[in-house]
């Protein structure tokens, strides 16, 4: 069944749970799931950071395992503040727009990228550079559209422990595949926010509430919130005075991109960047816990 058919069809059940890859229950399939595998992180190091993302998703068996022709993309940078690529607290537009070029060769329909912004987003998405860098590929298929409100629906997260409903962008919710970007870097209520924390660009409603209980709701978030597949950026990371930064001299340049499907490994990994481990963020481990991935870093396979 395709999957904007199958979408539907759980909708219709009372099922619905996600964009992104979607959460089944057993019952529809018939049968129990099946064991997670070893999850797979691509690594990449250099200063051309097009083949940084060209090689780690290469690594993981090209965009055409992961986009299919004919398929409606959703990507979904962090482009959430109006600041210049070199205070890394966005991600960076080379990385975006070869993500976006990699979708189109293998087939896309249409790539929207997209991201629901805390300042604004006219500003946020000009000055971040990946506006220009995204429009300057000059395909008819690739599309940088501002957020409306009056897209987001409300929806309930099953097996959530808080956060039992919340807002969700129909663009992505009814996207084929969804594709998440996020930059890494510091946070000053999470700690540092990576692929977990990047979907609070994928909600509406008032955010301020989601900081409340903030780990267990990122936790909840990506129950419901599944992409096929994060490109964590790296080039430049923020070390302190984020999520929005805007000093130098915060700025560390580590030029290095990871691949995955796994945001708890990714996120995992990502910790060591900033001398932290996996257990010092509370989000990793509830949504280690929830079943979204794996936290223990002997049990990921670097390629």
Not at 83 to 98: F, Q, S, W
Not at 276 to 282: A, F, T, Y
């Amino acid at each position: 069944m395709h999957r904007r058919d199958f979408f539907k069809y759980m909708a219709a059940l009372g099922l619905m749970t996600g964009a992104g890859r979607l959460v089944v229950p057993e019952e529809v399939w018939g049968m129990a799931p099946l064991a997670a595998p070893q999850p797979l992180v691509a690594k990449a190091e250099g200063t051309n950071y097009a083949n940084l993302v060209g090689d780690t998703i290469q690594a993981l068996g090209g965009m055409k395992k992961f986009v299919n022709a004919g398929e409606v993309v959703v990507v979904k940078p962090n482009m959430a503040w109006d600041r210049t690529p070199e205070l890394a607290a966005n991600a960076n537009p080379e990385v975006v727009r070869k993500v976006v070029e990699l979708c189109l060769e293998a087939g896309a329909k249409q790539v929207k990228v997209l991201d629901n912004t805390c300042h604004d987003a006219r500003k946020a998405y000009a000055n971040s550079g990946i506006k220009a860098a995204v429009e300057a590929i000059k395909d008819p298929r690739v599309v940088v559209p501002y957020v409306d409100d009056r897209r987001f629906v409300e929806v309930n997260i099953e097996k959530a422990k808080a956060l039992k409903k919340w807002y969700f962008y129909k663009d992505i919710l009814e996207a084929d595949r969804f594709i998440n970007i996020p930059i890494a870097k510091n946070h000053s209520e999470a700690r540092l926010t990576m692929c977990l924390k990047n979907m609070m660009g994928a909600i509406g409603g008032w955010r301020g509430r989601i900081h409340v209980g903030l780990h267990q709701n990122i936790a909840d978030l990506n129950l419901l919130l599944r992409p096929d597949l994060h490109v964590l950026d790296a080039t430049r990371i923020l070390l302190k005075n984020g999520p929005s930064g805007g000093r130098l001299e915060d700025v560390a340049v580590k030029n290095l991109v990871f691949a995955g499907t796994d945001p708890v490994a990714l996120d995992s990994l990502g910790t060591g960047l900033f001398g932290m481990k996996p257990e010092d963020l509370g989000y990793i481990i509830k949504s280690h816990q929830a079943g979204r991935g794996e936290m223990d870093l002997s049990k990921i396979k670097i390629v």
